[in-house]
Structures are given as C-alpha cells and as structure tokens.
C-alpha cells in the first residue's frame, strides 16, 4: 500500500476538529494532524515503498509538538519499526481491509514550549506574549522568541498550546482555498501543455560532402 492509499484509510476515523496534511513540524513534516479544541494528534505514514531511516528525527519533532502520536505502517514495517518507539507511541497496521490497532497511543508528556509555538507564524506567537504582558517581543527574532518560550516559566504551556490549536483550526478553510488555487492553477497549465502542438522530429543533417 501507498501513502495516498493509508491517509484515506485513516481520514474517515478523525472525528471532531480539522486535519491538516503535511504541516511543517520542526525539521519534518507530519503526514497528518488531527487538531481538536483539547489536542493535537501527529500521524506519520510509512508506505510499503517508504524506509525508516527518518523515523528517529520525526519522533524527536513529534514528540515535541503533539500530544499524541501514531505511526500507520504495512505489515512489512512492523518488525524494524516497533524497537524504535516508545511505548507511549501509537501504531496502526494499514491492510487492504483497513486499519487494524496494534497499540493505542498514550499522552505524551514530553511536549515543550518552542516547538509548539513553532507551529504557528512568528507575529501569532508575538501576539500571544504580548497578551500575557510580556514587554519588548515586537522587535525580537524568531530565535530571541525560541529562547524566551524555552527559559521563561511565566509562560503557561496549556495556555500556549490551547492557543496553538485555536490559530491552527481558524486557519484550515485559508488552506483549503489556497489548495483550491493551486489545483486550479496546475489543471490550467496542464490544459495549455496539452494544447501545444508537439514539434516535428527531425532526422540528422545531411553532411556535405567534401571536394575532391
């Protein structure tokens, strides 16, 4: 199975909230994110022609960023895969017949300030800690921001990470228009392609032959 194959398996069982597809996570992209009013679920698809050697990175962000995380991999995955996940990590078996558990996903409790917060764009964030009276952030960088999110305690994480999600489902119906666009605007320039008329093919030139 394939990757568009296992996200359709798994589109109709995300009740309630919004899905985001491929939402940049740290360093990664998460496949899918199930953000609701209370959490944020990171899905990562392993297809059968995937490999797993970027699966400790994407753990690492996952897990710095999602209240629950799960792995939906082919049979063929499953042996390599299980010795590189904690516990606490869900993994869903895509089959021809759907997706069958293998193990639930618990909370992780690993989640952080700055990776959180690096979901959104940076005025977002400064808008939040100008809100709790945070003073001096308007002129800060995005690294001046990691740092504070990571060395100041005054900064509530639940308050962050609710807000987090707030901004992230306000924003799906401005993606789903922008993706509209793009299909638009793909299906054009493959019309006019289409039109074009294919240029004659053309056989060698002759050479000309030298006097004697």
Known sequence: ??????????????AGGVYVDELPTGSTRADVVHITE??????????????LQRVPNQLRCYAAAYDFVTFMVTEKHLPKLLPLLPAWVGILVATEDGLRPHRPAAYNATV????????????????FLLALGLTGVSTLRGRDI?????????????????????????RLPQ???A????KVERDRLAAIRQR??????????????KAK
């Open 38 to 51: 209370h959490f944020m679920h990171g899905y990562e698809v392993k297809g059968d022609h995937d490999t």
């Open 196 to 209: 074009r008329p294919k240029r004659p093919v053309r056989g060698p030139k002759p050479t000309a032959k």
């Open 1 to 14: 199975m394939n990757d568009p194959a296992i996200r359709a398996l798994l589109y109709p069982l995300l």
């Open 146 to 170: 990691a740092h504070l999110l990571r060395t100041n305690n005054r900064i509530p994480l639940a308050h962050l990470a609710q807000y987090v999600r707030e901004r992230l489902m306000a």
């Open 179 to 182: 993706r509209a666009a793009r």
């Open 112 to 127: 952080a300030r700055a990776p959180i917060a690096a979901l959104l764009l940076l005025e977002e964030v400064k808008q």
């Open 175 to 177: 993606r789903l228009l």
